[in-house]
């Protein structure tokens, strides 16, 4: 962990690309370790030798093994390190209850019954069950001269799965991986001041604190004042065309123009082009829906769990358009040596650790690049 914490703050790469290389790199391993246990298992309990009914018997033992692989991983991603061990296990005997292997679904009550639906194992019981006593398997073999689970069917009635369907068992197991795989996702650009809290709060407030005085503000005035003069031409132009000009567009793409030159160190160009691409993803941010409401709501009120469900405000057109702008910026003033006196090139400081006034220490932390696309946005 140490090791990647201090490659992801040089931005050697995202905390995406982490995630994603350790589910590939682990996933050979987990798959050679349920084939082991699935062919030991199988062929102990005297199993039928049927290739469709080993393979669709392994097939659910490893997506039990990939969800259980993604939970421990969610857990570890949303508790801290010495609750982690705890919170799994504890979490999971509700989902075993109800998975209908130690109460039967019939003997549940009304109240509880939806609950067996949520549960992944049930989805992997079930498709278990299906496999070793379904498939129009006839006969189990009984040496005694009276059995009366002789017939596999009386089996699947007895696990209360005869009606089951293999097919959706594996669906909802493929479900659980989906949703567990979006948990892990984590918006970017939410990771401002507005929004984060507690120890990462102070440590963020106590880097960004410098590029707020008077005097890094004076430095960006040059830049509102040429964007300024834009602004002139432009109602000259807009007065010369119509006659009458609407000053709370052009007003709106004058602050736009502004923000994306100080903020961002773009040229927007809003007030020659009202439908530049930087102004119309800064519409699709303050575009509001009944859905976007409840969920801005949702992740004001309610922020550590709406973190841990996933919950993003920004769409995703908007987060990798505003990412990918920052991206590249950063890589060219970077490359050609560029400086401004804008709030951009205060934030490259910060993601470089260097000191953001003259005289001042060192940062000792770096700030990643989806930090800096987070401040600026």
Request: hydrophobic share 45%; aromatic share 12%.
């Amino acid at each position: 962990m140490a090791v990647f914490v201090r490659e992801y703050k040089s931005n050697c790469y995202s905390i995406a690309a982490y995630f994603c290389s350790k589910i590939v790199a682990d996933f050979p391993l987990m798959l050679a370790g349920v084939t082991c246990f699935q062919l030991i298992a199988y062929y102990l309990t005297g199993q039928l030798n049927e290739t469709s009914r080993i393979v669709m018997f392994w097939a659910v033992c490893a997506l039990m093994g990939w969800t259980a692989q993604m939970y421990g991983m969610v857990a570890g991603s949303v508790f801290p390190v010495d609750v982690s061990p705890f919170v799994v296990p504890s979490s999971m005997i509700p989902m075993i209850l109800f998975s209908g292997f130690f109460i039967r679904y019939s003997e549940l009550l009304d109240v509880f019954k939806p609950l067996t639906y949520v549960s992944p194992f049930r989805y992997g019981f079930e498709g278990l069950a299906l496999t070793t006593y379904g498939m129009n398997r006839t006969e189990i073999g009984c040496e005694d001269m009276f059995c009366y689970y002789r017939k596999s069917v009386k089996v699947l009635e007895l696990l209360e799965v005869k009606d089951s369907c293999y097919w959706m068992d594996v669906g909802g197991l493929g479900v659980w991986i989906l949703v567990l795989h979006i948990l892990l996702y984590d918006d970017p650009l939410t990771g401002h001041l507005f929004t984060i809290e507690g120890q990462r709060w102070k440590n963020l407030r106590a880097k960004l604190t410098p590029t707020f005085t008077s005097g890094k503000m004076k430095l960006m005035f040059p830049i509102v004042a040429d964007v300024a003069v834009e602004l002139k031409k432009c109602l000259v132009t807009e007065k010369d065309d119509g006659g009458e000009v609407e000053l709370k567009d052009v007003l709106a793409r004058y602050t736009t123009d502004v923000i994306g030159k100080c903020a961002f160190g773009l040229d927007c160009n809003s007030l020659e082009n009202p439908n530049a691409e930087f102004r119309e993803m800064g519409r699709k941010i303050f575009t509001t829906t009944p859905f976007s409401i409840i969920k801005l709501f949702f992740v004001q009120q309610i922020k550590p769990l709406a973190r841990k469900l996933g919950v993003t405000v920004l769409n995703q057109e908007v987060t990798k358009y505003f990412l990918k702008a920052v991206k590249d910026t950063v890589e060219y003033r970077e490359s050609n040596n560029v400086e401004r006196n804008d709030f951009m090139n205060l934030l490259i400081k910060l993601k470089n650790a260097e000191p953001v006034d003259e005289g001042s220490s060192r940062s000792m932390e770096k700030l990643s690049v989806n930090g800096v696309s987070a401040q600026a946005l």
